[in-house]
């Protein structure tokens, strides 16, 4: 079956999707030993709240930082972006990565 | 005589937020939620408990403002984490929070009317070749079907 073209994601979906990627930010956080305030300091931020509004769901990584971030939580940068590309623009990361010709 | 200037007696809160404070945010930030597809708003709690008011926005309800306590300190930040403003009056704070909405609903409705008056140009550049095409048309039709009458 054809797939439908998906021109902006519902926001529910959206929403479901940066929970799912907060979890995801969280456990690699949890395994990399530290605590917000910790990976704060490490992308040197003055607060730690940012930490917070991303795990929880409501905010994004922002793309210029997304290499910070994979250095601070010890995880190839790629791959960081990749996976969290997948969460933040599900469709541009299937074009990207998932469809074969 | 001298004069000592006090500091404010600072109260240490901690814990979720206090009815009053989001009264407070609620009330200076909510008229706008109230409209279709306006903003809407969530509360969460940090690691260590400290409480976070956010702000979320169209077209994907993502954070566009926060608002964090931080013992006696409240923190607005935008939905980047660039820290715009920092006190210890809530007040304060939500009123600067209330004018960056706003400062950001000028840039939209700039940026809108800027797209608007680009598609008004180029449909009046389309429909002016079609008219004049037609007008073309015309005169070259007329004078044959007038003979033909």
Known sequence: MARQIQFA?????????????????????ACAGLSQIQLAERLGLKYYTFISQVENGFGRVPT?????????????????????????DPELHRLLFEVKE | ???????????????????????????????????????????????????????????????????????CRYVLEDGAGQVLFEHYRLSLLVERAKAALQKRKAQVVARAALVWCA?????????????????????HCVPQLAALA
Not at chain 1, 64 to 88: C, D, G, H, K, V
Not at chain 2, 121 to 126: I, L, S
């Open chain 2, 119 to 139: 598609l008004r140009e180029t449909v009046e550049e389309r429909l002016d070749a079609v008219v004049l095409d037609g007008e073309e048309l015309l005169a």
């Open chain 1, 9 to 29: 994601k519902k926001a529910p979906e959206a929403k479901e999707l940066r929970r799912r990627a907060g979890a995801w930010l969280k456990e690699l956080r």
């Open chain 1, 64 to 88: 210029e930082s997304m290499e910070a971030w994979a250095r601070a939580l010890a995880i190839e940068p790629s791959a960081f972006a990749r996976r969290l590309l997948s969460f933040y």
């Open chain 2, 1 to 71: 005589m001298t004069v000592i200037a006090f500091q404010p007696r600072m109260l240490q809160l901690d814990g979720p937020w206090r009815t009053g404070e989001l009264n407070a945010m609620v009330e200076t930030l909510m008229p706008e939620a109230t409209r279709p597809g306006g903003l809407g708003w969530d509360v969460g709690l940090t690691e260590i408990g400290d409480p976070q008011f956010y702000l979320l926005g169209p077209p994907q309800d993502e954070c566009l403002l926060c608002i964090s306590r931080i013992g």
